[in-house]
């Protein structure tokens, strides 16, 4: 079974600053690795990138993802207000425990 | 507009049964395989199950695996999802997602909540 750990747990950052969210994979998925966005617990997540560096329809450029093996990256450029959510990296059926965005 | 929406969520004592229903619009269901994934409460996601688009392939995760089932009326639009034997770490929000994962689109989920 493949482990996806994200890190950190937690950013504080403040709007217009560059957040930049980790995913490591215990063995390699190549470049299958999706990043979501959930605003609140129980609310549906979001697909922002696909194919660890491929943006799903509609996500704004802010949004960038690289890497690829076993280390990933997920940055957003300059973080706008909607931006402060929890972050869930994901191969197959496997999911990181996410990482939450929050203001600084 | 492709549209996801669960229902049949609830309150249900341990060893109970639930049957989760999701309703899809807006595409052509059988054209499309589907899973469904949980939340429990101040946790992350968890993927539960999969069904291929004819409903002939199914796979479960370890943990429902035995006492949950999934399946789809292609006539209906409709999947399901019925769940035997609930157990207290079952309590979640259940959401469908379309296609495999990654998924780009989810219902809005329906909690499940387990407890006596």
């Known amino acids: 079974e493949i482990v996806l750990t994200q890190s950190p747990a937690t950013l504080s950052l403040s709007p217009g600053e560059r957040a930049t969210l980790s995913c490591r994979a215990s063995q390699s998925v190549s470049s299958i690795l999706a990043w979501y966005q959930q605003q609140k617990p129980g609310q549906a997540p979001r697909l922002l990138i696909?194919?660890?560096?491929k943006r799903a329809t509609g996500v704004p450029a802010r949004f960038s993802g690289s890497g690829s093996g076993t280390d990933f990256t997920l940055t957003i450029s300059s973080l706008e207000p909607d931006d402060f959510a929890v972050y869930f990296c994901?191969?197959?059926?496997?999911f990181g425990l996410g990482t939450k965005v929050e203001v600084k | 507009e492709v549209q996801l929406v669960e229902s049949g969520g609830g309150l249900v004592q341990p060893g109970g049964s639930l049957r989760l229903s999701c309703a899809a619009s807006?595409?052509?269901?059988?054209?499309?395989?589907m899973n469904w994934v949980r939340q429990a409460p101040g946790k992350g996601l968890e993927w539960v199950s999969y069904i291929s688009g004819s409903g002939r392939d199914t796979i479960y995760a370890d943990s429902v695996k035995g006492r949950f089932s999934m399946s789809r009326d292609n006539a209906k639009n409709s999947l399901y999802l019925q769940m035997n034997s609930l157990r207290a770490e079952d309590t979640a929000v259940y959401f469908c997602a379309r296609g495999g994962l990654p998924a780009q689109y989810w219902g809005q989920g329906t909690l499940v909540t387990v407890s006596s």
């Open positions: 807006g595409f052509t269901f059988n054209n499309y395989e």
């Open positions: 696909y194919d660890a560096s």
């Open positions: 994901q191969w197959q059926g496997s």
